[in-house]
């Protein structure tokens, strides 16, 4: 359930209806006037709440899963253990209609048309910088100081003795404590998710937050999205250098090392004391173990295990992309 | 010409008085008083206009052109057919200096001294973030929200139903429906163009504009260019992922994705339902097809067709880069 | 000594007291009493500072160096010359320490609680926009137009006929005449230094300025840190694109060209003319000659001569590169 800090949920709706706005048709035997209050992921999801289900894969997790409904293809529908059932061509793309029906205002972080929220709290000894923006119920924790023209949306939690830079924008977060963010950094934006359908690229509504915990540092310039119904967390004592990407429903451990401009795309999950190199990149849904260290301009395709050191395009031990180098190097001679 | 909206032109200017102020000589018979109202290109001058011709290439297109002057080479003078000349040793550098000269104001967007101009139009519904800046002559649709400390530029046009972000600058461009701009993102800023002397890189006016059709979303501290003389363009539901980077002149079609940290260089033209992704570097005046796919952290240097899927550093055929990277491997172990 | 407009200094401290709060134990023969004033690096310091001493390849260095007192470990004290000694297991942890106890106040830039500040100076024709907020002592020259929403930091010097874009932040910087930021630069943050032990990542603080010289061109969203004891330099007329990356103690001569979403690592010297291509990796501590040229994408790991034209990851001759290119090829022809 996304958080009500940062969400305003509506409903509950009868199956039948929410079939009808999302342009799917009920399963045989599911009953119309079933109400659903909320969406729900199949590993958490509670009777009241719909989940959508598009792979073989999940099968088996579906079977134990509390969910009340399910959204699937005709092909998927038999799998479906008892629950209610919508039939969609896309389900992916129909789930992301239920989302924006469930939770219609949260396409962007609203634009704070107040500088100070009458009910954001500021702790002790706080200092807000000039022309900061301060969302309503947000929480700014003692001694930390806000710089000037930053922008801290609605529900978002600061901790004490925290630094937050000039022209940052902080939506959709709890931030921990001794937090450094320099200026320019964009956290809690919208993840980068759609459902692509012929008529073009249907948002996905991302319903999670970022948690940022004690003692982390992220640098100017960097963006770090929010989750799509888990969250982004960032791992305590980590540090990011400048022009970082972190996409959404990422989690980074503890004290690992990020250089500029290296980014991490949806759903990756990297260990503690991992150290990143400068304009990496890491695809999506890949696994970093404790204590790997990838050099400067690699590119991560894979899983990569505990303490591997890693380099290249695609990213391989080290000693074998030098190996490589030198082999290379090496035919230019022979072909002369 | 560039749009009167967003730049102040003077002049008309007597051909003679263009050469001396910008270093150049006035070509034999050439009319020392001709007036010379705008700066233009070969293909759409007027007989107002002055033109550059620095390339052989163009000798065709010169032919035809309408140009009521052109700066040259004494080399390539004989190529110019009837109209006012003018002699340089760098057209291109003298060139610049005639756009200073015609449009002297336009080295930066200008500060917004005021909150929300008089003359600017909010639509109905329209919701202005605290600190937002809002400039003279600026239109904001109907619905539209601006966020928190965003500035929107003199001239600037933003249709309906568009959410965009805090802490974003907009300037010199005009915005479809439905667009949303996420927090940290710079458009219509100067593209990065210089005519590079012995004494220096001077700066060459831009004098285009960013075009953004109906529901692009462009992603956090995103940077898109302004054109140089054509304008910047990105096709409707087209989606950029965060800190992507548009030089000026680009043309981008309709429904393409863009994903995080990918780059492109000026003046290149990419087709329809174009997927690039993250990281991505694309070399200026590059053309890529109606729905190619390049890999993440691909470097692109040539034109690429419709449908191609694309791979490497440069970028080749995917399934190609993938038979070197295997045997590139195998030769390591051959050589040991 | 770090620049008092930016920075300000506690102390002096007994010898003793700073061994008691940076962890370290006094050398035998050294007076507790001494008085420290400040810290100093082994070139320069006179006997009021202390300096650290990590590494064998300094021995000479220290033995001319006028340093009042030097932290070390015990394998290293014996090569110390007659000055106060400190011994810590490990001496960049305690300097950070030492430097925390010094400046105590430097971890991030003030929020500049004010618009601004009484003792700023406006030079005759700025213009200052809206939101735009001027810290204590700053100055701001001549005709320099300063855009909305902008911060300029606490003692930052702005020379005359500037253009600074909306939404940037200055912080520890020196920027000279005709210079223009682009909207969204973060310049003068903190280095991203940090002494690594067992428990984390210990942050050391970073006391040095920016340096930006005339007729320097910084495009939109870059980010370029401050320096950790010397300064981050960029020279006269080096022109930046958008989303450059540019780390603490960098030195960059004049009229460089750095394109798109380049990024050069800490302490690295580039010459004169020096042209680094988009999304180009330049690593820590390497020197590039003048008028050398690195191509897109290239990752430099090593020191670049003079006039060299260097591609590739690892950057290689460009034409050495473009050897193994065909080499690799033709060899996925040879293996069928």
């Known amino acids: 359930m996304p958080d009500p800090r940062f969400y ?39 009777t009241n709440e719909i989940v959508y289900f598009a792979d073989h894969a999940y099968v088996v997790a579906l079977a134990a899963s509390k969910c009340g409904a399910c959204i699937t293809t005709d092909e998927l529908a038999p799998k479906v253990p008892p629950c209610g ?15 924006a029906i469930f939770y219609p205002d949260t396409l962007a ?39 000037a023209n930053a922008v801290i949306g609605p529900g978002v939690v600061i901790g ?14 709890l931030v921990g404590n001794r937090v450094i963010i320099h200026p320019g950094v964009q956290v809690g934006q919208d ?14 509504p991302q319903l999670g937050r970022v948690i940022i915990h004690d003692d982390v540092e992220i640098g100017a310039n960097c963006t770090i999205d929010r989750g799509t119904a888990a969250d982004t967390v960032i791992g305590e004592g980590t540090k990011f250098d400048n022009l970082v990407q972190v996409a ?5 451990g503890a004290r690992c090392i990020f250089v500029a401009q290296s980014g991490v795309a949806g759903s990756c999950q990297i260990g503690n004391g991992v150290i990143i190199g400068g304009q990496v990149g890491i695809a999506d849904n890949v696994k970093i ?28 031990p ?8 030198a082999a290379l190097s090496r035919l230019t001679k022979r072909d002369k």
Request: glycine share 14%; hydrophobic share 40%.
């Open 8 to 46: 305003n949920r509506t409903g509950p709706f009868r199956l039948a209806d929410l079939a009808e706005r999302c342009g799917a048709r009920l399963g045989s035997g599911s009953d119309p006037d079933r109400l659903i209050h909320d969406l729900g992921s199949i590993d958490t999801a509670t």
């Open 85 to 99: 059932v919508l039939i969609a061509s896309n389900p992916r793309a129909a789930f992301a209609e239920l989302a």
């Open 109 to 147: 972080t609203p634009p704070q048309i107040e500088a100070l929220a009458a009910d954001a709290v500021v702790g002790e000894g706080a200092l807000i910088g000039h022309g900061a923006v301060i969302g309503s119920r947000a929480v700014i924790g003692a001694r930390t100081r806000i710089g």
């Open 160 to 173: 004490e003795d925290c630094k937050i830079g000039a022209n940052t924008t902080l939506a959709y977060c």
């Open 191 to 204: 993840g980068f998710g759609f459902a692509s359908t012929a008529a073009g690229h249907k948002k996905i």
């Open 248 to 252: 959404h429903n990422v989690e980074i």
């Open 289 to 316: 173990g404790d204590g790997a260290q990838i050099a400067a301009k690699t590119g991560i395709m894979r899983d990569i295990g505990p303490g591997e050191v890693v380099m290249g395009y695609p990213g391989k």
């Open 318 to 325: 080290i000693r074998q992309f030098w190996r490589e180098v």
